[in-house]
T-cell receptor
Framework: AQSVAQPEDQVNVAEGNPLTVKCTYS??????LFWYVQYPNRGLQFLLK??????LVKGSYGFEAEFNKSQTSFHLKKPSALVSDSALYFC?????????????FGAGTRLFVKA | NAGVTQTPKFQVLKTGQSMTLQCAQD?????MSWYRQDPGMGLRLIHY???????DQGEVPNGYNVSRSTTEDFPLRLLSAAPSQTSVYFC??????????????FGSGTRLTVV
């Protein structure tokens, strides 16, 4: 079965410092990976995705993610964190074992950016 | 363009009551789904639909019913509310269920409390 894991419940970073939110995955075929962000009292918003091609994927709000096939990881990164980046971040994988009907989400990582 | 609209935003039910959570999208998306979000557990799939007249169960379907009579609407029915159904519910849609390159568009959520 396909799965994703976010090993950190919370990440703390100072404003202006680089940030990394970790995600590892397990899939039986080609991985279709996504990052979503959830701001307080809001629904999830799409940030970026990896389908194929370049291992460094750029997304919204200055975020990027690095796909590493050998380490089965898809870590979310940003060179310089903003206080407004504080939110809950979800890694997700499209479950192609079931024909793509389902997306499996990680448990989420809460990011705190301190001014 | 409204995207995915969920109503109500908040609801308190007594144990044993029934209710319907509404979800509507105006993007002509063929795929729609319902997730529940619980602390530390991420998002869990309740039911999904790949088109009008077609629905299927997700990971946690017990106690919930769905129907999809039109492309736009995908209501979620709680048959007899239980305290274990206290959660935040999200409706999500996607242009294509078969093409894994498409991400999801989420509604803003319904916070349900069952007392």
């Amino acid at each position: 079965a396909q799965s994703v894991a976010q090993p950190e419940d919370q990440v703390n970073v100072a404003e202006g410092n680089p940030l990394t939110v970790k995600c590892t995955y397990s899939v039986s075929g080609n991985p279709y990976l996504f990052w979503y962000v959830q701001y307080p009292n809001r629904g999830l918003q799409f940030l970026l995705k990896y389908i194929t091609g370049d291992n460094l994927v750029k997304g919204s709000y200055g975020f990027e993610a690095e796909f590493n096939k050998s380490q089965t990881s898809f870590h979310l990164k940003k060179p310089s964190a903003l206080v407004s980046d504080s939110a809950l971040y979800f890694c997700a994988v499209r479950d192609m074992d079931t024909g793509g009907f389902k997306t499996i989400f990680g448990a989420g990582t809460r990011l705190f950016v301190k001014a | 363009n409204a995207g995915v609209t969920q109503t109500p935003k908040f609801q308190v039910l007594k144990t044993g009551q029934s209710m319907t959570l509404q979800c509507a999208q105006d993007m002509n998306h063929e795929y729609m789904s319902w997730y529940r979000q619980d602390p530390g557990m991420g998002l869990r799939l309740i039911h999904y639909s790949v088109g009008a007249g077609i629905t299927d169960q997700g990971e946690v379907p017990n106690g919930y019913n769905v129907s999809r009579s039109t492309t736009e609407d995908f209501p979620l029915r709680l048959l007899s509310a239980a305290p274990s159904q206290t959660s935040v519910y999200f409706c999500a849609s996607s242009y294509s269920y078969a093409d894994p390159t498409y991400g999801y568009t989420f509604g803003s959520g319904t916070r349900l409390t069952v007392v």
